[in-house]
């Protein structure tokens, strides 16, 4: 069955302002744009991230296809502290305002100073610690396929499983299932769909199981198959690797695909170079059509259900330069809504 791939966003401003991308992009592909303001350790990411990819890296996404864990309890020393920095910005906004008010009144409040610098102190230190913290001191919570060795493997302890070259517990891809569940959140979703992978042998080979996450709290389980079919996609060796845009810097460390993109003449940065105004338009039309795709049409009729894979996106959505214009934000304007972002929520 061919894929129906869908695309991340790679607007700089976007993966830096939005914690939903950088599940699909990391910024060491792209290039910085946005403005550094109070996040002095950007500089020393940009540094890290120039270096060359080494090809036996878990970094290189032309090998490996990562997921990280679901529902990890990881997350919530990132996430934490921006939801905490958030909550104590408002309060702060809330008191400056009771506090304004008592003023015209026979009992004026003090204004708490303190609190308002500890929650700026504390917004500022988790803005430069907290990708410190997720690149270099959590340890890395994941299920990964190896497309080079035709393997799975998790970071984590699994039972009677063999190691990797990354010290990683390794089976075979033909060891490994997926499946879909109906799960219920709190968070007034109603029922959605959650994805799976498991050892078809769990009860030998307990701790090799790991939901995995799909499109944020799917109701429509055909993003649950459509992440399955982008893993089949991946480590199918007959053909280059797919398309898109998160393994475009990536792609030349695969040998099947740099010979592919030679000889179709491939521009090197076709991704890289587009609007993100166009990726947008792009995406919301690839991702109604995964909505509504007939999976299990295509598994039993591909010839009437099946879409023919997009092999050379170049020529079926040229860059549109109408769409790619610059910033015409004066400069003062971007700064200010940056420094007020990080100060307020500490991203």
């Given at each position: 069955?061919?894929?129906?791939?869908?695309?991340?966003?790679?607007?700089?401003?976007?993966?830096?302002?939005?914690?939903n991308?950088?599940?699909y992009?990391?910024?060491?592909k792209?290039?910085?744009?946005?403005?550094?303001?109070?996040?002095?350790?950007?500089?020393?990411?940009?540094?890290?991230?120039?270096?060359?990819?080494?090809?036996?890296?878990?970094?290189?996404?032309?090998?490996?296809?990562?997921?990280?864990?679901?529902?990890?309890?990881?997350?919530?020393?990132?996430?934490?502290?921006?939801?905490?920095?958030?909550?104590?910005?408002?309060?702060?906004?809330?008191?400056?305002?009771?506090?304004?008010?008592?003023?015209?009144?026979?009992s004026?409040?003090?204004?708490?100073?303190?609190?308002?610098?500890?929650?700026?102190?504390?917004?500022?230190?988790?803005?430069?610690?907290?990708?410190?913290?997720?690149?270099?001191?959590?340890?890395?919570?994941?299920?990964?396929?190896?497309?080079?060795?035709?393997?799975?493997s998790?970071?984590?302890?699994?039972?009677?499983?063999q190691?990797?070259?990354?010290?990683?517990?390794?089976?075979?891809?033909?060891?490994?299932?997926?499946?879909?569940?109906?799960?219920?959140?709190?968070?007034?979703?109603?029922?959605?769909?959650?994805?799976?992978?498991?050892?078809?042998?769990y009860?030998?080979?307990?701790?090799?199981?790991?939901?995995?996450?799909?499109?944020?709290?799917?109701?429509?389980?055909?993003?649950?198959?459509?992440?399955?079919?982008?893993?089949?996609?991946?480590?199918?060796?007959?053909?280059?690797?797919?398309?898109?845009?998160?393994?475009?810097?990536?792609?030349?460390?695969?040998?099947?695909?740099?010979?592919?993109?030679?000889?179709?003449?491939?521009?090197?940065?076709?991704w890289?170079?587009?609007?993100?105004?166009?990726?947008?338009?792009?995406?919301?039309?690839?991702?109604?059509?995964?909505?509504?795709f007939?999976?299990d049409?295509?598994?039993?009729?591909?010839?009437?259900?099946a879409?023919?894979?997009?092999?050379?996106?170049?020529?079926?959505?040229?860059?549109?330069?109408?769409?790619?214009?610059?910033?015409?934000?004066?400069?003062?304007?971007?700064?200010?809504?940056?420094?007020?972002?990080?100060?307020?929520?500490?991203?």
């Amino acid at each position: 069955m061919s894929i129906s791939y869908r695309f991340a966003k790679m607007n700089a401003r976007a993966i830096e302002a939005s914690q939903n991308f950088k599940q699909y992009i990391a910024p060491k592909k792209f290039e910085y744009s946005s403005l550094k303001g109070l996040m002095f350790v950007r500089t020393f990411l940009e540094k890290e991230d120039n270096k060359e990819v080494s090809p036996k890296s878990l970094d290189n996404q032309a090998r490996y296809l990562g997921f990280q864990k679901g529902n990890d309890a990881m997350l919530a020393l990132t996430l934490g502290p921006i939801l905490l920095g958030a909550t104590g910005s408002f309060a702060a906004v809330c008191i400056i305002l009771i506090c304004l008010y008592t003023q015209f009144t026979p009992s004026p409040e003090p204004l708490p100073v303190w609190f308002i610098v500890f929650v700026i102190c504390w917004n500022l230190f988790f803005l430069n610690f907290s990708p410190i913290l997720a690149r270099y001191i959590l340890p890395r919570r994941e299920v990964y396929f190896d497309r080079l060795n035709q393997t799975v493997s998790f970071t984590w302890s699994v039972d009677n499983a063999q190691k990797n070259e990354h010290g990683h517990a390794t089976f075979r891809f033909s060891e490994i299932e997926a499946f879909y569940a109906k799960a219920n959140h709190s968070q007034g979703h109603g029922v959605t769909h959650a994805m799976y992978v498991a050892h078809k042998d769990y009860q030998n080979h307990a701790g090799a199981f790991s939901e995995i996450r799909v499109k944020d709290n799917p109701q429509n389980p055909n993003y649950c198959r459509y992440t399955w079919e982008r893993v089949v996609r991946f480590m199918d060796l007959s053909k280059p690797l797919v398309d898109s845009p998160e393994i475009e810097p990536f792609r030349h460390l695969d040998p099947l695909t740099r010979d592919f993109d030679k000889q179709n003449n491939r521009p090197e940065k076709f991704w890289r170079l587009m609007s993100y105004k166009q990726m947008q338009q792009i995406e919301e039309k690839l991702d109604n059509d995964i909505y509504r795709f007939n999976f299990d049409g295509a598994i039993t009729n591909p010839k009437r259900w099946a879409n023919e894979e997009i092999t050379k996106p170049w020529e079926k959505w040229p860059i549109d330069e109408s769409l790619n214009q610059p910033d015409t934000m004066p400069y003062w304007k971007r700064l200010t809504k940056t420094l007020l972002r990080q100060i307020a929520v500490g991203v």
